[in-house]
């Protein structure tokens, strides 16, 4: 009598039958490509530590629209950097802003297109944070800290700016409390009631931001973003911060950064239905790519494997600037 019986191998013996049986899968669908338009050059800017990857000029905005449809892919989520910075983000409120803009372009180049735009201050702050500082009292030690409930008010004034110029989508990164009920109540109030939010619902404190802060100029002037993103020990907070938008009326989820956090990934999956996002940052992409250059690791095999890890765990989308790359490798 043969040994063993039951051989798990059998399943794997053709291409077709692995393909039969493949549990995750990716397709371009799946993916949505970040972007970075800044107000300040007029022709495409490579960032030094993400190959591949540029900022753009508002002018370049509808060829890159059909380009990344031509790939197959659906979905941006646009970055800005825009001319001027003060201490309140105001430029981020400008409808002649890099995003507003670019998305009016991208949107009449490619009507389809799902159109999703970050909603933060941190790219028109001077001192990068992502919200309005406050300075605490001497007598509690006279540090500046940003402050929750100003901030949210430009968050929820800043999400109509981008709803108004046609976002299908707007996608909070800042990590305040409440946002997601404010911007709600202020996309309705003005008509935007069809405007979805993605929430950076779990968003943590992480050192794989690193290049993404050289691309969109945000890295804070002092201090780190410790005191609103999440502590990496954490877990079951992350299953609180996702209930709490999602009853503040979040549309979608979203886990940041993927690779450290499959583990958040799959919790997240489990504790609400929402269609549940991970971004796969900038410091994971770079990472591939340090590999890569020196010849350690196969670069396309290695990029394929971690993203179908990230969808493994439970994502139904992937913010990923392997997005157009990828979309020409998916079977
Ligand atoms: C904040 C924001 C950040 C990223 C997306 N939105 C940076 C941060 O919180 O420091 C990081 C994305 C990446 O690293 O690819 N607006």
Known sequence: MGFPTIRPRRLRATPELRTLVRESTLTPKNFVYPMFFNAQIDAPCPISTMPGIHQFPVSAAREQAKAIKARGVNSVILFGLPKTKDDR????????????????????????????????????????????????????????????????????????????????????????????????????????????ILSYAVKYASSFYGPFREAADCAPKFGDRAGYQMDPGNAREAIRESLLDEAEGADMLMVKPALAYLDIIRDVRKASVLPLGAYNVSGEYAMLHAAAARGMLDY????????????????????????????????
Not at 162 to 178: E, K, L, T, W, Y
């Open 89 to 196: 983000g105001s430029s981020g409120l400008d409808p002649e802003g890099p995003v507003p803009l670019a998305i009016a372009e991208m949107k009449s180049a490619v009507p389809e297109l799902v159109m999703m735009a970050d909603v933060c201050v941190d790219e028109y702050t001077e001192h990068g944070h992502c919200g309005i500082l406050k300075q605490r009292a001497k007598r509690d030690g006279g540090e500046w800290v940003v402050d929750n409930d100003a901030t949210i008010e430009v968050l929820a004034e800043m999400s109509v700016v981008f709803a108004n110029a046609g976002a299908d989508v707007v996608a909070p990164s800042d990590m305040m409390d409440g946002r997601v009920g404010k911007i709600r109540m202020a996309l309705d109030n003005a008509g935007y009631s069809d405007t979805c």
């Open 300 to 331: 396309k095999r290695a990029m394929m494997e971690t993203l179908t890890s990230i969808r493994r765990a439970g994502a139904d989308f992937i913010l990923t600037y392997h997005a157009l790359e990828a979309a020409e490798l998916c079977g």
